[in-house]
C-alpha cells in the first residue's frame, strides 16, 4: 500500500475531501477528520502511515485478525479507537474495510443513510 493509494481509497468515499492539519493530509466528511496520512519524512520521503478513526471495538477487530498492519495509535487517540495503518504491510481490502467503517463513523447520519448499501 502506498501514500497515495490510500489517498485515492480515502477519497473514494461519498463527499470525502482531502484538507490538512499539523503539516500532513488529512481526510475529511462534513467537516469533520475520518482519516489522515502521517507526515513525509526527510526530503520527501513517503509517509509510512495512515491513521483512521475507528471506535475501540473496530479497532480490536483489527487488531486481533492483521496485528502486523494495524496498531492503537498512541495515548488517548488511541484508547479512544484512533488506529494507526503501516502502509507497507497493508492490503488494499483490509484499508478499505478500515477507511469505510471510519468514515460511517464520522458522516453526518443522512449521508451515511443516503449511501447505505453503496
Not at 502521517?38 to 486481533?64: F, N
Request: overall charge positive; proline content about 6%.
Amino acid at each position: 500500500m502506498t501514500e497515495e493509494r490510500f489517498r485515492e481509497l480515502a477519497l473514494d468515499l461519498p463527499e470525502a475531501e482531502e484538507s490538512a492539519h499539523m503539516g500532513h493530509p488529512d481526510f475529511r466528511v462534513g467537516g469533520r477528520i475520518f482519516a489522515t496520512l502521517g507526515p513525509r519524512g526527510e526530503e520527501g520521503a513517503r509517509a509510512e502511515w495512515g491513521m483512521v478513526k475507528l471506535t475501540p471495538e473496530q479497532q480490536a477487530r483489527l487488531l486481533r485478525s492483521e496485528p502486523g498492519v494495524f496498531a492503537p495509535a498512541s495515548g488517548a487517540w488511541g484508547r479512544g479507537g484512533a488506529t494507526i495503518v503501516r502502509l507497507k504491510s497493508a492490503k488494499v481490502a483490509s484499508v478499505r474495510k478500515a477507511l469505510v467503517a471510519a468514515w460511517r463513523n464520522t458522516a453526518p447520519k443522512r449521508l451515511v443513510e443516503r449511501y447505505e448499501g453503496k
